[in-house]
Nanobody, 122 residues
Framework: EVQLVESGGGLVQAGGSLRLSCAASGFTFDDYAIGWFRQAPGKEREGVSCISSSDGSTYYADSVKGRFTISSDNAKNTVYLQMNSLKPEDTAVYYC???????????????WGQGTQVTVSS
């Protein structure tokens, strides 16, 4: 069974940090890029970041560049999203998704997690 399980969300004050984790199982992790998305109430889903398993390339939305860092621990089949200098506008449900099987960030996501809530208070 394919699973993507997000964790690490919570409530933090503006300027604070959180680290989200996306633990993957049930598929060949090395064949898939992993992306992070977020969706705030009343807004469309937004792509936040992606990391390629093929060459390690990383991508970020302009809104998070310089504040968020994506990384991967292939030994643990886990991708992390380190979020620093958080702002109230970062408040959303954060999801991870797997894009494959070529391992590049192609916006062709096959599997999705259930999401984790991030709330940033002002």
């Amino acid at each position: 069974e394919v699973q993507l399980v997000e964790s690490g969300g919570g409530l933090v004050q503006a300027g604070g940090s959180l680290r989200l984790s996306c633990a993957a199982s049930g598929f060949t992790f090395d064949d898939y890029a992993i992306g992070w998305f977020r969706q705030a109430p009343g807004k469309e889903r937004e792509g936040v970041s992606c990391i390629s398993s093929s060459d390690g390339s990383t991508y970020y939305a302009d809104s998070v560049k310089g504040r968020f860092t994506i990384s991967s621990d292939n030994a643990k089949n886990t991708v992390y999203l380190q979020m620093n200098s958080l702002k109230p506008e970062d408040t959303a449900v954060y999801y991870c998704a797997a894009d494959g099987p070529r391992g590049y960030c192609l916006d062709e996501y096959d599997y999705w997690g259930q999401g984790t809530q991030v709330t940033v208070s002002s």
